[in-house]
Structure formats: structure tokens, C-alpha cells
């Protein structure tokens, strides 16, 4: 009993020193980088006007937050990417669904989707951006399109025999959408949301690159 303590605490003290080693490591590599950045700069081995330093950018972050305009721009792309990714979750399940119901129209809009989805994003959302004139329509384009593909995807793979069971009881096509497909796929849902919110800020910076006039996409440009 003795010596099974001794060995669980032995691998207690091995994972903790691991936990050090890799914590330490990290730091380590991030301030490695902040000096040769900054004596680079210093030094000019890079140019600082293009490449900045790190002690520029602590000044420049300083005085953005003393007159409070950092906030303003975060504040207006975080608004932007909220409102892009609850367009996003809403308007790709109402689609996803209204593919899953009418098979024909699912046939009929596969190809159209699989194209625009292949578009390269940072091409596409300039041109949403000319037409609607919105950053969130940038938003929601870069993500739009591969969350519809990837949520029918598993709407259509969801278990045949649970299907059928709920047709064998007299269900229609509704009720195996409410009580199957769409419980079956919440994990995916949750999944896809994930990678949407991430896909959503991309493409409202994107925007804020092209037409913005607030936002980190603007500042970044200026």
C-alpha cells in the first residue's frame, strides 16, 4: 500500500513537472521572439515603419486606451461578428432544413452551393461588400455557404433505421425532423457554430479592410 502511494506520487510530481516544462516554454518562446522583434526594430534588420515593434505597438495600445477609441473599434467588430454569426446559425439551418424536406431541391442547389463554396472567400466578400454594402454580409459569406454543405451533410447521414421507425408509427417527414434529424445532429450544430464564429470575424475584418471605417480591419489598414 506504501509503495502504490510512493508510485502515484512519483507520477503526481511527473505531471506536474511537465505542466512547468511546457508553461515555462511557452513564455519563453513568446518573450524570445518579443526581444529579437524588438532589437530587429532597434537594430534595423527590419523595417521598423512596415514591420512596427513591440514597443511601439505597447505605446501606440497605451494611448488608444487612454482616449478609449481601442474600445470603439473593438466594440463595432465584436458587434458586427455577433450579428454576422447569429445570421449565420439561422439562416444555414433554415436552408439546411428546407433542403432536408424537398430531396429535389437539395439535387437541384448542390452544385450551386459546392461552387460558391470553392470561391475564395477573401475575393467574394469584397464584391458582397460593393453590391449590399454591409461588413456583416462579408461576415456571413465566408462562412455561409460550407455550414450549409457540412450541416446537410449530416442531416442526411443520420440513421435510416430511426427514420423509418418513426414513419413505421404513423410519423411524417416533420416528425422525423423534430424527434430524429435534427437531436441526432445537435453535437454538429454546436461543431459547426465553433468554426462559424471564428470564419464570421475573418470575414468582418476582411471587410473592415475594404470598406470600413470603423473596426479593427480599419485600424489594422491605418
Not at 106 to 112: A, Q, V
Request: glycine residues 6%.
Amino acid at each position: 500500500m506504501n509503495e502504490l502511494s510512493k508510485n502515484q506520487l512519483h507520477y503526481l510530481n511527473m505531471r506536474r513537472r511537465h505542466k512547468r516544462i511546457v508553461a515555462v516554454s511557452r513564455v519563453s518562446i513568446l518573450l524570445a521572439f518579443l526581444f529579437l522583434w524588438e532589437f530587429a526594430a532597434n537594430t534595423r534588420l527590419i523595417d521598423s515603419f512596415i514591420f512596427s515593434s513591440p514597443s511601439r505597438i505597447a505605446l501606440c495600445f497605451l494611448e488608444m486606451t487612454g482616449d478609449g477609441s481601442i474600445f470603439r473599434h473593438i466594440g463595432v467588430t465584436l458587434y458586427e461578428t455577433l450579428v454576422s454569426f447569429i445570421l449565420v446559425i439561422f439562416f444555414s439551418l433554415f436552408v439546411t432544413v428546407l433542403l432536408w424536406l424537398f430531396r429535389k431541391l437539395s439535387e437541384i442547389l448542390e452544385p450551386y452551393l459546392v461552387v460558391l463554396n470553392s470561391l475564395p472567400k477573401s475575393a467574394l466578400a469584397p464584391l458582397l461588400i460593393v453590391w449590399l454594402g454591409a461588413n456583416r454580409i462579408a461576415g456571413m459569406s465566408v462562412a455561409i455557404f460550407g455550414s450549409i454543405l457540412n450541416l446537410y451533410s449530416e442531416f442526411s447521414e443520420v440513421d435510416p433505421d430511426k427514420i423509418m421507425l418513426i414513419y413505421t408509427l404513423h410519423g411524417n417527414r416533420l416528425h422525423a425532423l423534430s424527434k430524429v434529424v435534427i437531436p441526432s445532429c445537435i453535437p454538429a450544430i454546436i461543431s459547426t457554430m465553433k468554426v462559424n464564429i471564428g470564419l464570421c470575424l475573418v470575414g468582418v475584418i476582411i471587410g473592415e479592410f475594404i470598406g470600413g471605417r470603423e473596426g479593427l480591419g480599419y485600424m489594422i489598414i491605418y
